[in-house]
């Protein structure tokens, strides 16, 4: 068995098909059925089931899959970063984040970065938290930084570092209706037309929050995947949304207050997530120093 061998096993999940991942690899089916017939008679044991309309996985064949898909992100990664040292003498970094990162620790942690290693070239990919996750599973990140609830179902595959703790917030144009000092219930809350994003940590805290009360949560009014729409919306209507309390400086937040409402309790953790059994490289290693050296003075820091 080899990297070669665990390619062509990919590609036939992927296409379901052996005659279209032969196709992929510009093979003939005869010379890919051999191939894959070797990768199992490496391990004496079927690991794909053939039917009469394509091809699934049998048992063991899944366990390989998230093998494999883990060899294939570490491979990925390695090659890259041996060739971002070969073009330069420090190398670079892709790292994910959110938008409550991005507009808090992580600028001055990478601006610290590149002060203390010149020649090093950074790539941010913004997004939300599940999309950046899959990115850094297949390799195409570095690390990760957001909320670490999203390694749940991964735990085998990405190690979370917890940096800071995080209450929810009700937030409200200034001069909205609720913008009054007084304090409000969950079901004063239900009665808010609300922006909320897609597939997020917060998403499901906000379902949770009125179920726990006993209230069907809300539908939408409008859903969003970024959240800088979602905050100018909100800036500029009757509209509500469920955000995380620390607060970015500069447009839209300059425009929003946050709603009273004691009976709110939700937080989540955020910090570090990267691929587990892997070494990071240099840069990647002083910018989460970096930033654990920053989180540790904040005031929602985890200690």
Same mark, same amino acid.
């Given at each position: 068995?080899?990297?070669?061998?665990?390619?062509?096993?990919?590609?036939?999940?992927? #296409?379901?098909?052996?005659? +279209?991942?032969?196709? $992929?690899?510009?093979?003939?089916?005869?010379?890919?059925?051999k191939?894959?017939?070797?990768?199992?008679?490496?391990?004496?044991?079927?690991?794909?089931?053939?039917?009469p309309?394509?091809i699934?996985?049998?048992?063991?064949?899944?366990?390989?899959?998230?093998? %494999?898909?883990?060899?294939?992100?570490?491979y990925?990664?390695?090659?890259? #970063?041996?060739?971002?040292?070969?073009?330069?003498?420090?190398?670079?970094?892709?790292?994910?984040a959110?938008?409550?990162?991005?507009?808090?620790?992580? @600028?001055? %942690?990478?601006?610290?970065?590149?002060?203390?290693?010149?020649?090093?070239?950074?790539?941010?990919?913004?997004?939300?938290?599940?999309?950046?996750?899959?990115?850094l599973?297949?390799?195409?990140?570095?690390?990760?930084?957001?909320?670490? %609830?999203?390694?749940?179902?991964?735990?085998?595959?990405?190690?979370?570092?917890?940096?800071?703790?995080?209450?929810?917030?009700v937030?409200?144009?200034?001069?909205?209706?609720?913008?009054?000092?007084?304090?409000?219930?969950?079901?004063?809350?239900?009665l808010l037309?609300?922006?909320m994003?897609?597939?997020?940590?917060?998403?499901?805290?906000?379902? =949770?929050?009125? $179920?726990?009360?006993?209230?069907?949560?809300?539908?939408?009014?409008? *859903?969003?995947?970024?959240?800088?729409? %979602?905050?100018?919306l909100?800036?500029?209507? $009757? =509209?509500?949304?469920?955000?995380g309390?620390?607060? @970015?400086?500069?447009?839209?937040?300059?425009?929003?207050?946050?709603?009273?409402?004691?009976?709110?309790?939700?937080?989540?953790?955020?910090?570090?997530?990267?691929?587990?059994? *892997?070494?990071? @490289?240099?840069?990647?290693? #002083?910018?989460?120093?970096?930033?654990?050296?920053?989180?540790?003075?904040?005031?929602? +820091?985890?200690?």
């Amino acid at each position: 068995m080899n990297h070669h061998h665990l390619r062509l096993f990919l590609s036939v999940l992927e #296409h379901g098909s052996m005659s +279209a991942a032969a196709h $992929e690899f510009g093979m003939t089916h005869s010379a890919f059925s051999k191939q894959i017939g070797r990768l199992e008679a490496s391990f004496g044991i079927p690991l794909l089931e053939r039917l009469p309309r394509g091809i699934r996985p049998t048992a063991a064949g899944r366990l390989l899959a998230g093998h %494999a898909r883990a060899v294939a992100a570490s491979y990925h990664s390695t090659v890259r #970063h041996i060739d971002s040292v070969a073009k330069s003498q420090t190398g670079e970094l892709t790292v994910g984040a959110g938008y409550y990162w991005l507009n808090g620790l992580l @600028p001055q %942690a990478i601006t610290k970065l590149v002060e203390d290693y010149p020649g090093a070239r950074v790539k941010i990919v913004s997004g939300l938290p599940g999309n950046l996750t899959k990115q850094l599973l297949d390799g195409a990140l570095d690390l990760v930084f957001g909320p670490v %609830a999203f390694r749940d179902g991964h735990t085998d595959k990405i190690e979370a570092e917890s940096l800071m703790r995080t209450d929810s917030a009700v937030l409200v144009r200034k001069g909205h209706t609720f913008d009054d000092g007084q304090k409000y219930s969950i079901e004063d809350l239900a009665l808010l037309k609300w922006v909320m994003l897609n597939g997020t940590v917060i998403r499901k805290s906000f379902d =949770m929050l009125f $179920e726990a009360n006993g209230i069907k949560p809300p539908e939408p009014t409008v *859903e969003v995947d970024n959240a800088v729409t %979602a905050l100018e919306l909100v800036a500029g209507s $009757e =509209m509500a949304t469920l955000a995380g309390s620390v607060t @970015p400086l500069g447009t839209p937040w300059k425009d929003l207050v946050q709603v009273k409402c004691p009976d709110l309790v939700s937080w989540r953790d955020g910090g570090i997530l990267r691929r587990k059994y *892997e070494m990071l @490289p240099e840069l990647g290693e #002083h910018l989460c120093d970096q930033v654990r050296k920053l989180a540790k003075s904040h005031i929602h +820091a985890i200690v």
